[in-house]
């Protein structure tokens, strides 16, 4: 039916009314222009798409008093100015089509919008597309939204922009400006994300007395340059520790590079996602890397990722947002599918490999501890320091003091079957000796320091296995590493159709709170599915007649009740698979080889090799790293050799 309308005779002053053109204006530079950073990036962006090879940016004030953006692109003619300061004019949809962009602007509404809220200059001289350069440059003036007539300038090649005194014609704007130097390092973020997305080009970036962005264009193919701008934006720990992405599907490309989970950080601002070369704050992609490292990283820790997405034009949504820092796809599950695919199958490619940042952080550790506290207590009174020495070097044939009772320290070299050891006073049987008979601790067999891991030497305390290396040694938590083994081996066998089930010959009771014993209930199908077989017993307690076989002897009580607090974080939000892979993290840690425990020979390097042949063995289900390995250059620089 069509909707028929009635209208007064007598006409009506009307309620609504179009604004004026500069009022307009200045409401869209409030959606594009929120704050000096937004201006380097509109124009940063012209500068990509106009062909740059070199881009330099200043801003003094930060960004207040100037911006100036000045590229080696194509440039414009006179009349192009014109164009390019009025709203909706662009050069980037040729067929009016808005499926298939492929710039990274394209609403023409940023130059008319800082123009408006600003006083701008833009000076250009054109380049054909057989490199041949205008005979003429030309300057277009823009000030509070009135433009001027362009006239002669004078430019070598490319644009350049100048903004000058940005929100001066909306000045309660300007109220909500942090502090130059914190608007500068928005600048800086900017820059660099549009840098790692495009290593083809140089980037300069200061604010007349520092740049701290200087990038050249990197050189060598694509894979080459774009590790090598990661490695000087996000740090050359990054480069050193990064593992290479490369995976297709339906059309969707997934490049890029990750981090190792042992080198991650407290927030996520070290992770950067690019969709065909724009980057982008995305929910979905950054749910999709949490997801791919949730058996890696602790939930309060963020991994360190740069990941470029190239996707179909057709099949994502860039026009979603008047900034372009969102998107939209036409299937999120396939995207999100790729991104945890590809990122698992990298980490399960590296195998037990720790990064080194490990290392490094524990030789500054122990660094600062030497500075810091009183130093070893040898040579001297029980808890004593060290005694002062004239002439360098190091006291010898002296006793390490435990502040109980003195022990002889006891060494035999390498080359006389490599052994060491502690040969303890006969007040003073407590501390672990490798040699020692009743630990079972000796070292037969054939020489395994080839190993990645090497050849176990020792056993500390009960928890830490000392290995030597072909160069430098390796530093294993027993109770970590084991517990990566076991949550691997849990999930294999859950993947190849379940985990075998040991009967308890007497079934354990445990009591529990009432809420805690139905959520347990509640999951008893997904707990049988991973060995463990318990039901309700009563109002207050749940009873376990069955455990997973390869946890061995496990505190069931303390088990259960882990789980069920373990119910109560991951509640219903997680889906099957994720809660399955968090309850065997649970089941993994009990059923690992705890502290304490001491281990003959054969155990530490039976350990040592299954971490080298299990994947993600080089950090816990908790994210933290199960060995540290010193090279021996580290270890000769902490006594001073290097």
Request: proline share 5%; glycine share 10%; net charge negative.
């Amino acid at each position: 039916m069509a909707l028929e309308r009635e209208w007064s005779e007598t006409p009506a002053t009307p309620r609504l009314r179009r604004l004026p053109e500069g009022l307009v204006n200045r409401i869209a530079a409030g959606e594009v222009i929120e704050r000096p950073a937004s201006a380097v990036k509109e124009l940063v962006e012209n500068a990509i798409d106009a062909g740059a090879s070199r881009i330099d940016i200043l801003m003094r004030e930060g960004g207040r008093v100037l911006i100036s953006v000045t590229d080696d692109g194509h440039g414009m003619s006179g009349d192009d100015l014109v164009l390019a300061v009025e709203r909706h004019a662009t050069s980037k949809l040729p067929d009016d089509d808005l499926w298939h962009i492929r710039t990274l602007g394209f609403r023409g509404e940023a130059l008319p919008s800082i123009g408006s809220v600003s006083r701008m200059t833009i000076t250009s001289r054109q380049t054909s597309e057989d490199g041949v350069i205008a005979d003429e440059a030309w300057e277009i003036a823009v000030e509070g939204g009135i433009v001027k007539a362009p006239t002669p300038a004078a430019i070598n090649h490319g644009t350049r922009v100048e903004i000058r005194d940005l929100f001066f014609a909306t000045p309660a704007r300007l109220k909500f400006l942090k502090t130059p130097r914190t608007e500068f390092n928005h600048a800086v973020e900017v820059v660099e994300r549009l840098a790692m997305a495009h290593p083809d080009i140089g980037f300069t970036l200061g604010d007349g007395n520092r740049t701290p962005v200087r990038l050249g264009a990197a050189q060598g193919d694509l894979l080459d340059a774009r590790l090598a701008r990661l490695g000087s934006v996000m740090g050359r720990e990054f480069e050193d520790n990064a593992l290479p992405i490369d995976a297709e599907r339906e059309g969707f490309h997934l490049g890029g590079y990750i981090g190792l989970p042992t080198m991650n950080r407290r927030t996520s601002s070290h992770q950067f996602l690019f969709v065909n070369g724009r980057p982008v704050r995305d929910k979905l992609l950054y749910g999709a890397v949490r997801g791919a490292y949730s058996d890696f990283v602790a939930h309060d820790r963020h991994a360190m990722v740069a990941l470029f997405l190239e996707a179909p034009e057709e099949a994502v949504d860039v026009n979603v947002h008047p900034a372009k820092t969102e998107v939209r796809f036409r299937e999120p599950g396939l995207v999100r599918g790729l991104i945890v695919g590809a990122l698992k199958h990298a980490l399960a490619e590296a195998g037990h490999r720790a990064s080194n940042t490990v290392s490094t952080d524990a030789l500054g550790a122990l660094g600062r501890s030497i500075a810091d506290g009183p130093g070893l207590p040898m040579g001297g009174r029980p808890g004593g320091a060290w005694p002062s020495y004239q002439g360098g070097g190091y006291p010898t044939g002296g006793r390490i003091s435990s502040g109980l009772s003195e022990t002889n320290f006891a060494y035999q070299a390498p080359e006389a079957g490599a052994r060491f050891g502690y040969e303890a006073a006969p007040q003073a049987r407590t501390v672990d000796a490798y040699d020692d008979p009743s630990a079972g601790e000796t070292m037969p067999g054939p020489d395994q320091t080839s190993h990645p891991l090497g050849a176990a030497r020792a056993q500390l305390h009960a928890t830490y296995v000392v290995a030597q290396t072909e160069d430098g040694i390796v530093i294993v938590d027993q109770h970590a590493a084991h517990e990566r083994l076991v949550y691997e081996r849990m999930k294999k066998a859950l993947a190849e159709g379940g985990i075998k089930r040991q009967l308890l010959l007497i079934p354990e009771v445990v009591e529990l709170e009432e809420g805690a014993v139905t959520r347990l209930a509640e999951r008893a199908a997904e707990f049988e599915a991973l060995g463990l077989v318990l039901e309700a017993f009563g109002p207050g307690a749940v009873v376990v007649r069955e455990v997973p076989a390869m946890i061995g002897e496990a505190d069931v009580q303390g088990l259960v009740r882990d789980l069920a607090e373990d119910l109560v974080e991951i509640g219903t939000a997680l889906a099957l698979e994720d809660k399955l892979g968090h309850i065997c993290g649970t089941l993994a840690c009990h059923g690992s080889v705890r502290a304490g425990r001491r281990l003959n020979g054969e155990e530490m390097n039976a350990l040592l090799r299954e971490m080298e042949a299990t994947p993600h063995s080089g950090q816990c289900n908790h994210g933290r790293p199960t060995y540290v390995e010193l090279k021996l250059s580290d270890i000769e620089r902490l006594f001073g050799r290097r």
